[in-house]
């Protein structure tokens, strides 16, 4: 499998801060990434995906930034929310269909 | 719409039984599913790709005759776990490929607990 790893496994933030999680990948070819959140108990949930040809995406209070030179990418969040309170994975895809998770990110949202 | 429903959400066995989960996509067809595995507190991994119609494609490292995987239709994928230990007891999640509008994606079950005693 690729490898796909997240400079910090936990982040605490208040609530109402700005939240940025990060991602590094190892594939120079891959195309494709998601950011997924997983609640305990639960399966990942799509949260925004962004193409290798495109540097930014903006969601509903979710910004997705991505830099090929150092193959980077990270997971902005406004205004977290405890609902926010999560672990979060950024998911690469290479040629094929299968996407590869990274190590994940436990965010703690304080009130 | 892209809703993947998997059953049994929760399931205890006893060693060296095997035990069957299976991954729906509800309202769209998928041609192709994938199985995963997370252990607490870690990332999920890639078991194989199941293409309906034709035989699994399995990662290093993972035994096909141990994790039985079926894509008999385009809405229904099974992965069999026989002769389970304690081991394999894990979580078990599927997803599925949906291109749903504007959204290119890969949606997932809620998963399925697997506890071998």
């Known amino acids: 499998g690729e490898s796909v790893g997240l400079h910090l496994p936990t982040l605490s933030v208040q609530e109402g801060d700005n939240s940025i999680i990060n991602c590094a990948y190892s594939n120079s070819a891959s195309d494709y990434f998601i950011w997924y959140k997983q609640e305990s108990g639960k399966g990942p949930q799509f949260i925004i995906d962004i193409r290798s040809n495109m540097d930014k995406r903006q969601g509903q209070r979710v910004t997705v930034l991505l830099n090929k030179t150092v193959k980077h990418l990270s997971l902005q969040i406004a205004a977290t929310q405890p609902g926010d309170s999560a672990v979060y994975f950024c998911?690469?895809?290479?040629?094929?269909?299968?996407?590869?998770f990274g190590t994940g990110t436990s965010l703690t949202v304080i009130p | 719409g892209a809703v993947v429903s998997q059953h049994p959400s929760w399931v205890i066995c006893k060693s060296g039984t095997s035990v069957k989960i299976e991954c729906r996509s509800l309202?769209?067809?998928?041609?192709?599913m994938f199985w995963y595995r997370q252990f607490p507190k870690q990332s999920l991994m890639l078991m194989a790709t199941?293409?309906?119609?034709?035989?699994?494609?399995?990662e290093q490292g993972v035994e096909k005759d141990k994790f039985l995987i079926n894509h008999a239709s385009l809405t229904l994928s099974t992965l069999t776990v026989t002769s389970a230990h304690p081991e394999d007891s894990s979580f078990y999640i599927c997803?599925?490929?949906?291109?749903?509008?504007?959204?290119?994606?890969?949606?997932f079950g809620s998963g399925t607990r697997l506890t071998v005693v």
């Open positions: 997803s599925a490929r949906t291109s749903t509008g504007k959204f290119y994606g890969y949606t």
């Open positions: 309202d769209f067809q998928a041609t192709t």
């Open positions: 199941s293409n309906e119609g034709s035989k699994a494609t399995y």
């Open positions: 998911a690469e895809k290479t040629g094929g269909n299968q996407f590869y």
